[in-house]
């Protein structure tokens, strides 16, 4: 749950506008064919601990701090996420930058201002064409999230406020449209929040193993009687009774409430024990109560030491020194 309200603030206002937009009489017509066979021009590493992704503030107008937390880690990310709020066109000066670095761009697709049944009924196609153009544009790998922790509350399409039907009604026509304006280049990320109680059944929300490349899960450290095991085994065992698709910790960061530099290295661990894809690490400094903690390690030299101890003999795909570029 950390982070969301801070991001849901700042991103709902790209999609106020389209909220307003007259929508014809219901039901809308859905398409229900099946999509297309997705063809990754360059598939993504599916081996466990494969990647080490990171998301900075300041993102996607700018590399640097990126390239910074590189450097203060020793090693290069190779998953770079932001956050799009729905309008917003596909940062192909972004992706450029991120893959110069060796890493692959990750987009977490926020649709405030818009229902689900709005978007599967093709209300924002134009919009999602345009995007999923320069996406194939583009042509390297990129990773999607759509509607992410849909099955907590503090977003409009999550739990009680609107209907998981309605939200695989939009994932899957989100996804076809993708593949069928070429855009194959996508690995797409179904990404659920940590399951807590008071959350909806993450099995409502399952789109179907063709529309899914890769199951994600957020979830944080946020005191220090937690350890991997009690943190992320309940939503890996709820995840396999489900699919056994490559599963990656989307988004996470250990608190200073729980103890980084002795919680850092339990991450690393449980992505080899667990046979995960890796981790994507939340790094942004919130002080906002238990679950919008400080994140940041830099500022830490324990914590940072434990990160750069760990991340040294991690197993990262294609993973390289800090300061290192591909041509």
Known sequence: MTARLTRAAA??????????CTSPAYPYPVNTSPPPRPRLLVPPSSKPASYLGVYEPGVPASYAQVEAFAKAVGRQPN???????????????????????????MIDMNPFGVSMRYIAA?????????????VRSYGYPVVISFAHEMNGNWYPWGWTR???????KAWRHVVTLFRRSGADNVAWLWAVNGVATGEGPIR???????YVTWVGMDAYYTQPTQDFTNLFGPTIAAIREITHKPLLIAETAVGRLA??????????????????????????????????QNWRIDSVPAALAAFRRAARHYPVTGARRAGSRTG
């Open 11 to 20: 991103l709902a206002a790209v999609g106020v506008a389209l909220a307003a």
């Open 79 to 105: 998953l770079a996420l932001y956050f799009s709020g729905w309008g917003e066109q596909f940062k192909t000066s972004f992706a450029r930058a991120a893959r110069a670095h060796g890493a692959v761009p």
């Open 122 to 134: 093709g209300r924002s196609d134009g919009y999602l064409r345009s995007f999923a153009l320069a």
């Open 162 to 168: 609107a209907s998981p039907t309605e939200w695989i």
């Open 204 to 210: 409502y929300w399952w789109p179907g193993k063709s």
């Open 259 to 292: 103890g980084q530099a002795a919680k850092i290295p339990n991450l690393f661990a449980g992505v080899r024990a667990y046979h995960l894809l890796g981790f994507v690490w939340f790094d942004k400094a919130q002080n906002n109560g238990l679950y919008h």
